[in-house]
Every structure is written in C-alpha cells, then in structure tokens.
C-alpha cells in the first residue's frame, strides 16, 4: 500500500472548497464543511493521512514538511479553486517529484482531459464516484488497469480507462467517523445554522431529482438513491458518540434525505433511541406524519431548498416542486416546532427584476429561521452549464464562478437582467429579510436566552458585515 496522504489544499482565507459542500465560495458567515468525500477513501487506504486545511488554517509550508514521506497524494478540487489546486500540487511536486498525485471532485469528473491539459503536475484524475478507484491506486496497481481514471501514461499522452460501476451496496463502506477521529479537530468546522460542535455524514448517495443547476447527482453521485441500510447508520452513530461525547448535532449531508420516507422514519427511530439531536437535507414535499416522526425522534433542523418563489423558475430549472406544497410543509414544521435553513438562488433562468422581488416577498412570507441566498452558478457538467453556454448567459470572464477572494460572482446574465442587477439583489434580499422587527425580535431573544448563542450570533454580524464589504468591492 501506497503511503498516501489525502488533501483539501490550502485555498482564499475562509474558502470551502467543497469536500462535503455544495457551496464552493465564501459564505457570508465563515463555515467549514467535514471533508467526507475525501474521508471515505481515506477510510479505505491503511496508514494513510487527511490534511484538511482551511478550517485547520494549515498553511503550505507545514504541508510541504511533511511531503516527503509520501508516495501519493489526492487533492479534492473545484472549479473555483481548480488554478489554484494546481499551483498547490506543482509545490508538492517540486518538494517530492517522485510523488503521484491525483485530483478528484466535480470538476475532474467532467472535465478530466482539460483538467490534466491544464494541470502539468497531475498524473491522474479519478472521474465520478472515486473511492474504490483511489484504493486501488494506493495499491500500486498499474493505471492502466483501473476503471474510473484519465491518466498520463509514460510518453504523457492522455489516456481514459473504461468507466467504474457506481456502488450499489452503500454498506460496503467503512466509517468516515474513523477519519475524522484519527485525523480533524470537529471543533473546527461550524456551520452558521448548526449546534457546535456538529459533525456530518453521509447516509446514501445521489439523488432522484433533476434540478437543472445541482452539481453532485449531476457529476458524481448519480440520480438513483443509493443508500445505507439504518442498523449500519445507527452503527456509525454509536461510535461517533463514543469518540466525540461533546458533539451537540449530526447532519446527514445525502442530498435529499427525505427521498426515501419510510427509510427516512426508520432511521429516525433509530436515532430516537440513542438520543441523539440531528438536522438532514429535504425536499419541501415531507408529509406531515413523516415529519412528526422524524421530529420525535430528534430532528432539529431541515435545510430545504426553495431556490425561487416563483412557479415558472421552478419548472424551468426542473424542480419539481409547487409553490403551494412548499407553503404547506413550511407551515406544517413551523407548527411542529421543526426549524428550517431555507436556500434560495437569484439568476436562474426565467429570472426578471419582478421575480426577484416575488422570491423576497415568498422568503418573508414563509419565514424560514435563517436562509442562504446563493448566485446561479453553471457548474461545468450540469444542464444549466450547458443551456448558459448554448443560450449566450455565460461569459467567459466568469468561468472561475468566483473572485480573486473566493467571493462568488453572478456568472449568468440575460437580456433584460445584467449580472449587476443580479449581483447586488442578493444584499437586498439578505436585508429585507433579516432587518425587520419581527426577525430581529427572534434573533434578540435567541441571544438572550443563551451565552453562547449571544457570543456566536455577535460574531457571525461581524462576518456578515465584512461579508457584504467584500461583495461591494467585487461589484467595484
């Protein structure tokens, strides 16, 4: 076995590079994801390490101390952060130029001949679903013979091996939970919704629906729900309970959780009897029998994507999703005492001056606890990448997705919409949803009620402020 080291690289301060996050900028409160997908593999590859190293704040030069005492290397990447992943892996080269290195993540998957044309100092990239891939590379078998990558071969030309089988049984995997305690401080990731300490994980892979601009099931994960039986996820969380006592929340990170409802409950049961308080993603369609069950047994918290509050965006981005449902279910967990991170993105195709001005009006309208207003950005690899470069939306100037500071800029404009107008409509959008009386009235008491929500949701102002700061400069 290869002495493999795995790596979130160094990227902008406060940058999440996407590891465990679909998200790859900085938000407008600082917040780290746990680096699952690079955990997993890690899981699989005896003595190997995991450096992940924004929310460690593990700067270059200790990564390069350490370089010399392994033989591979795989670094998680990105499209925003893909230029400079690949300045990090040709330092890692010079310091150790025997040293094999390969990229995964969404970019590579779907640009894996540009990604290696690019990137001089890569010798391999590991298309879509990768864990199985990487371990059979830590093994020291020849590329040649395995399925899954795009290599050079010795006379550098490029060359894609046949696809690999996406896994079907998802309890063949073995705990990312041995990673995190083995190789990450959990104090070190925070999420501005979440209890803290949190940790994540998965619990399934893919998902079945067909949003038009959602990158993982686009890229890596695949639209079947492949899942973890629950007696192997309640497995998972009686260990990670032992190895980190002080975790005051788990977050299932599955793309939609709540695809598969009975499996749903049946996890919820079982995480009802070891007591633990836990948060998922979910689509805005739970009934609300589902959701009392799983509110019984421990959920917190549901980050659901609204994305628009207006009908037809959500038809063209292939949603599947009605407007009057959403409104049910928000109010069937406001009742139910269930809270909820509501995510919506301003660009989308469709998108007018009026239908920004309707999706700020349905935000306030259905109050969700705290929410993420996000930029459309056409990853490469999805449809909406795809029908912004057939229609014209997207300029290449934009193709980072983010500024020179990991700001996230608006990639996407239309004939009737410039990036500006789109741009600057997320600062309003934050604003008139947070400062009115009645959520500045809940944020108070929140505070109030608690030391330590006072102290974080002071510092989190601060963030948030110099967030805005940063985006003016970029509009600049």
Not at 249 to 260: C, K, L, Q, S, V
Not at 457 to 470: A, D, I, K, S, T
Request: net charge neutral; hydrophobic share 40%; glycine share 6%.
């Amino acid at each position: 076995m290869m002495k493999t080291l795995f790596l979130q690289p160094p990227s902008f301060d406060g940058f999440d590079g996407g590891a465990g996050s679909r998200y790859q900028a900085k938000r407008e409160i600082k917040s780290f994801w746990f680096p699952t997908w690079l955990a997993q593999p890690a899981a699989l590859v005896p003595g190997s390490k995991l450096i992940d190293a924004p929310p460690a704040r593990t700067k270059l030069n200790t990564i390069l101390a350490q370089i010399r005492d392994y033989e591979l290397c795989v670094m998680h990447t990105s499209t925003p952060s893909f230029a400079a992943d690949v300045k990090v892996a040709q330092a890692l080269k010079d310091a150790n130029p025997s040293l094999k290195i390969g990229f995964v993540g969404a970019k590579v998957a779907v640009q894996p001949e540009e990604s290696l044309k690019r990137g001089a100092p890569i010798d391999f990239v590991a298309r879509n679903e990768f864990d199985f891939t990487i371990r059979d590379v830590a093994e020291g078998r020849d590329l040649g013979s395995i399925d899954g990558i795009s290599y050079r071969n010795r006379d550098g030309a490029i060359v894609h091996n046949a696809d690999r089988v996406l896994i079907e049984d998802m309890d063949q995997l073995p705990f990312v939970t041995e990673v995190y305690k083995r190789d990450l401080r959990i104090e070190d990731y925070f999420i501005g919704y979440l209890m803290h300490p949190y940790v994540s994980l998965y619990t399934g892979r893919g998902c079945k629906s067909r949003c038009t601009f959602c990158l993982w099931p686009q890229t890596v994960g695949g639209h079947s729900y492949r899942v973890r039986s629950p007696g192997h996820v309640a497995e998972e969380i009686r260990l990670l309970k032992s190895y980190f006592p002080q975790v005051r929340e788990i977050f299932f990170d599955d793309d939609t959780f709540t695809d598969n409802l009975p499996r749903a409950e049946a996890i919820a049961r079982e995480l009802g009897k070891l007591g633990v308080t836990w948060s998922c993603n979910a689509k805005a369609n739970v009934p609300r029998e589902t959701l009392k069950v799983l509110r019984d047994n421990g959920l917190r918290l549901l980050l659901v994507g609204y994305e628009s509050g207006n009908q037809q965006i959500l038809h063209n981005i292939k949603k599947g999703m009605r407007i009057e449902v959403a409104k049910q279910f928000t109010k069937d967990c406001h009742e139910l005492g269930i809270k909820i991170h509501g995510t919506f993105i301003l660009g989308l195709p469709g998108e007018t001056r009026e239908t920004i001005e309707e999706t700020i009006k349905y935000a306030i309208e259905i109050n969700p606890h705290t929410l993420q207003v996000s930029l459309a950005a056409p990853y490469p690899g999805t449809f909406l990448h795809r029908q912004a470069v057939q229609n014209g939306w997207f300029d290449a100037e934009h193709a980072e997705l983010v500024d020179e500071h990991g700001i996230q800029i608006a990639p996407l404009h239309y004939p009737h919409l410039s990036h500006t107008e789109i741009f600057e409509s997320v600062e309003t959008f934050y604003k008139r949803f947070y400062f009115r009386a009645p959520k500045i009235a809940s944020i108070v008491g929140e505070m109030v009620r608690s030391p330590q929500m006072m102290q974080r949701r002071l510092r989190e102002g601060v963030e948030f402020f110099q967030f805005l700061r940063e985006r003016h400069h970029t509009a600049a």
